[in-house]
């Protein structure tokens, strides 16, 4: 995926100057260190109202090593591949559910609804190495996503969860400030969600709550528990941290153009 964004960026750059794209645009408002640095570690910015200001364009952390010879598509995260990783004995499974993770590996991941373009979900957004941009307004934190162009909306402003009728790829979302941290809750997911690329299931009966800390200019932290009896036998939470990306903006990544992997992928 990184090296089909980087083909766009030439073919780009062929057709006109890349600063028409806005990828080399200086952020306005960045605190700067006294050799004139951007400050990454200063104080958070805070919106009108007092509450921190998580606007922005953030990036994923990139914490798992490639191989010697190199990536072979993106530099993901640990989290991407096994969002359980960083638990002591893993995720809690459901038996069905550790058997539908492990038959998802043994086929190297060829079912991943991602994999035929199908919107990743929540946890995916916040661990694909795919850039988000969030916008905070009052009611409302607004993401947008690189990934196929999409969406997701936050709503800040008292509203109560909805009864669904109708489950989405990404639920439905509240959230309220509890000091510094925005709590968000989410419900109405899609049946068959995969949180990662090894195939941790999520089914339509879970209620995610996301914890949204900026903790300095820079860093922003995330932490998610999922509460989904019917695929696991306890709630769980992981964390999460997501980094500013200075002087850029969003690029355009639409899985499904001059898509011709799918015919080719296969499993055991």
């Known amino acids: 995926m990184k090296i089909v964004t980087g083909i766009a960026v030439v073919l780009c750059a062929l057709a006109g100057p890349v600063s ?25 910015p805070r919106t009108s109202d007092g509450k921190p200001d998580l606007s922005g364009i953030w990036d994923i952390e990139h914490n798992r090593p490639c191989a010697p010879g190199g990536c072979a598509d ?22 069905w559910a550790a058997e ?11 079912d991943d609804p ?13 661990t694909t190495p795919l850039l988000q941009k969030y916008v905070q307004v009052p009611g409302l934190l607004l993401i947008l996503k690189e990934q196929n162009k999409t969406y997701r909306q936050i709503f800040t402003d008292g ?27 989410t419900v109405g997911f899609k049946d068959g969600t995969w949180l990662d690329r090894s195939g941790s299931p999520m089914t339509d009966t879970a209620k995610m709550t996301e914890r949204f800390r900026r903790v300095n200019y820079g860093k922003l932290e995330i ?9 696991y036998t306890a709630p769980w939470t992981v964390k999460l941290n997501h980094f500013i990306a200075l002087d850029t903006e969003l690029l355009d990544y639409i899985c499904l153009e001059n898509e011709k992997d799918a015919r080719h992928m296969v499993g055991r």
């Open 74 to 95: 993106m530099e993901v995260g640990q989290e991407f591949v096994n969002i359980g990783w960083s638990l002591k004995g893993g995720l809690p499974y459901q038996r």
């Open 20 to 44: 028409a794209q806005w990828l080399k645009y200086p952020t306005a408002g960045v605190p700067k260190t006294h050799e004139g640095k951007p400050d990454l570690a200063a104080p958070t």
């Open 223 to 231: 932490e998610i528990t999922v509460d989904d009896p019917k695929a």
């Open 114 to 126: 991602g994999s035929y373009c199908l919107p990743g979900g929540v946890v995916k957004a916040h």
């Open 100 to 110: 539908a993770r492990k038959a998802r590996m043994d086929q190297n991941g060829k």
């Open 159 to 185: 509203r109560p969860l909805p009864e669904v009728e109708q489950p989405s790829f990404d639920g439905y979302s509240t959230g309220k400030w509890d000091g510094d941290t925005l709590i968000v809750q």
